[in-house]
């Protein structure tokens, strides 16, 4: 899934606030509903219907549980397809007072407070299966020192996709892999120099992946430079934000390391022209290689494409949590159904995860469950990478601005540096102080 900023929901939350409690800090807590007693993960529940929303794309991603939960248990889980988009759609729906049992949502800490966890979720602080997690993993899903979401799958990795082909011409092999973004950029202009593919891959067109050049730069950034953006005593108009957004432009763009159609290139493009060998690298999150787990095999992906992390003083990835990766359980007011709700994420952390991650082919988020073998290269590593993984600014910054539709502003020549950081900030400050943000 692509990690996205949510352009509308400020304006949503502050409209509903008389349903919601959008900012309340007086809105009823959940701390009663942390204690209970453990579940049995297969003890019967016949007759119990459970329903669970998903995005249009990730309907069919929970089958495989749902379909082993209700043949242990006799339950009934309905999945119930959000129209798009998603993110907006859902805030929409429980301002009216519609609201599932169990939901896909995105873990991250600029994310979940637009479906104001406080009042409407269930806390799952204790769950058997917390201890379970992986370091990174346990990161998610908290708001305010308390679990609102279960992790079942992990975060997205940012890291670069490159053509063994087109490295092959360029006389690159691993003992070239770059330590620092300027390392990156000094390969990009081997690859142009050395081969007729150009270096980077850029979908202008799309808009959201022209991001992640940006973010890159950014991880030196550190805890208490985050924390103070996140109580307005530091800003996006910061210098080191600027300079970013400068030396992509600059550096990158302007210095020609892009292909020539960079202001249309397209996500489905980008795949095509790396695989192609037209582009020899492309920065890019795991929805970049679902898209090539889709049409190759992983023999295929493996003797084409590597894959390796990169930050902007060090060789480290990134993780970028998106919406498969979280799933909420709301308080219904029905006693049965959130205890069902709760047994259903024991069941499916429990002992369905083996069985759910090799039908999904996809990494372990608990370290105890070995993650399935048969996944290419890249995949093994990004999952060696996690542990060491930076987050990206989704999962530091209590707002995710629209970066990338800023960057396109840039790109078509309409803002220049210091206005796409000013931009960033500004709505940064008015979605904060929509949700009631402390320093807004």
């Keep these: 899934m692509k990690s996205r900023a949510l352009p509308a929901l400020a304006l949503i939350c502050v409209s509903a606030l008389a349903a919601t409690a959008c900012s309340d800090p007086s809105a009823a807590d959940s701390d009663s509903d942390s204690r209970r007693t453990a579940v049995d993960p297969t003890g019967r529940l016949d007759g119990v219907k459970l329903t669970m929303w998903t995005a249009q794309n990730t309907v069919n991603a929970p089958r495989q549980v749902i379909d082993a939960f209700e043949k242990a248990t006799g339950a009934t889980v309905e999945t119930q397809a959000v129209p798009d988009l998603y993110e907006q759609n859902v805030p929409t729906k429980l301002a009216s007072g519609d609201r599932p049992d169990l939901m896909f949502w995105q873990p991250s800490i600029s994310t979940l407070p637009f479906i104001q966890p406080k009042q409407n979720l269930l806390t799952l602080d204790g769950e058997p299966w917390v201890p379970k997690l992986g370091d990174t993993e346990k990161s998610l899903g908290v708001i305010d020192g308390k679990r609102y979401a279960a992790i079942v799958t992990s975060p997205a990795m940012l890291g670069v996709y490159y053509n063994k082909d087109v490295f092959a011409r360029a006389g690159l092999s691993e003992k070239?892999?770059?330590?620092?973004?300027?390392?990156?950029?000094?390969?990009?202009?081997?690859?142009v120099d050395k081969t007729d593919a150009a270096a980077f891959y850029e979908a202008g067109g799309d808009k959201w992946p022209l991001q992640w050049q940006m973010q890159v730069q950014l991880?030196?950034?550190?805890?208490?430079?985050?924390?103070?953006?996140?109580?307005?005593?530091?800003?996006?108009?910061?210098?080191?934000?600027?300079?970013?957004?400068?030396?992509?432009?600059?550096?990158?763009?302007?210095?020609?390391?892009?292909?020539?159609?960079?202001?249309?290139?397209?996500f489905t493009g980008q795949a095509d022209a790396l695989w192609k060998g037209e582009v020899g690298m492309v920065l890019n999150v795991t929805s970049f290689q679902s898209q090539l787990q889709a049409k190759y095999s992983t023999a295929e992906i493996d003797r084409k494409i590597g894959w390796f992390p990169i930050a902007n003083s060090s060789a480290t990835g990134m993780y970028s949590p998106d919406q498969t990766n979280g799933v909420v359980?709301?308080?219904?007011?029905d006693e049965k159904r959130q205890n069902a709700a709760r047994q259903f994420l024991a069941f499916w952390l429990g002992p369905d995860y083996p069985a759910y991650i090799k039908t999904m082919k996809i990494p372990s988020v608990q370290p105890s469950v070995p993650t399935p073998g048969g996944l290419p290269q890249t995949s093994t590593a990004q999952v060696a990478a996690l542990p060491t993984?930076?987050?990206?600014?989704?999962?530091?910054?209590?707002?995710?601005?629209?970066?990338?539709?800023?960057?396109?502003?840039?790109?078509?020549?309409?803002?220049?540096?210091?206005?796409v950081a000013q931009a960033i900030q500004d709505q940064f400050a008015q979605v904060a102080k929509a949700q009631g943000a402390p320093g807004f």
Excluded: C
């Design 176 to 191: 070239d892999f770059p330590k620092s973004y300027d390392d990156l950029l000094a390969l990009g202009h081997k690859v």
């Design 219 to 266: 991880t030196d950034l550190d805890k208490a430079w985050w924390d103070g953006l996140n109580r307005n005593k530091e800003k996006w108009t910061d210098p080191v934000v600027v300079d970013a957004v400068k030396k992509y432009k600059e550096k990158l763009l302007d210095a020609g390391l892009a292909q020539k159609n960079y202001r249309t290139g397209t």
């Design 329 to 333: 359980a709301f308080r219904t007011g």
């Design 389 to 419: 993984a930076i987050g990206v600014f989704q999962a530091k910054a209590i707002v995710a601005p629209d970066t990338h539709l800023y960057l396109a502003d840039m790109i078509f020549g309409k803002k220049n540096p210091r206005q």
